[in-house]
């Protein structure tokens, strides 16, 4: 009934700026929170940046300073500024949204599929 839908992946060049977004559609009843993840070849996926329905922030420090998250909650969506891309950014990012549903009353995290960033000459 929840569906995150990502997109503004692909290649860039080193110093080079991209622009993610997911938007959450279904049966919600509110969005708590929203974020972004990314996992590497062979590593873990962690968090690059999330924020809350108030508006309050966290970012992972190899980030800070140059991603920017915002969000629409009226569009239910999040984005995901990045600028000054390096090579290491490169990996899947995923969208992930805290979510309150109706009929029953749910809260769960839900998860989009995935995009890819690649940054490279």
């Known amino acids: 009934q929840v569906q995150l839908v990502e997109s503004g992946g692909g290649l860039v060049q080193p110093g080079g700026s991209l622009r993610l977004s997911c938007a959450a559609s279904g049966s919600i009843s509110s969005i708590n929170a929203m974020g972004w993840y990314r996992q590497a070849p062979g590593e873990q996926r962690d968090l690059v940046a999330r924020i809350t329905r108030s508006g309050n922030t966290n970012y992972a420090d190899s980030v800070k300073g140059r991603f920017t998250i915002s969000r629409d909650n009226g569009k239910n969506t999040v984005y995901l500024q990045m600028n000054s891309l390096i090579p290491e950014d490169t990996a899947v990012y995923y969208c992930?949204?805290?979510?309150?549903?109706?009929?029953?009353?749910?809260?769960?995290?839900?998860w989009g599929q995935g995009t890819v960033v690649t940054v490279s000459s």
């Open positions: 992930n949204a805290q979510i309150a549903t109706r009929s029953p009353y749910y809260v769960a995290g839900y």
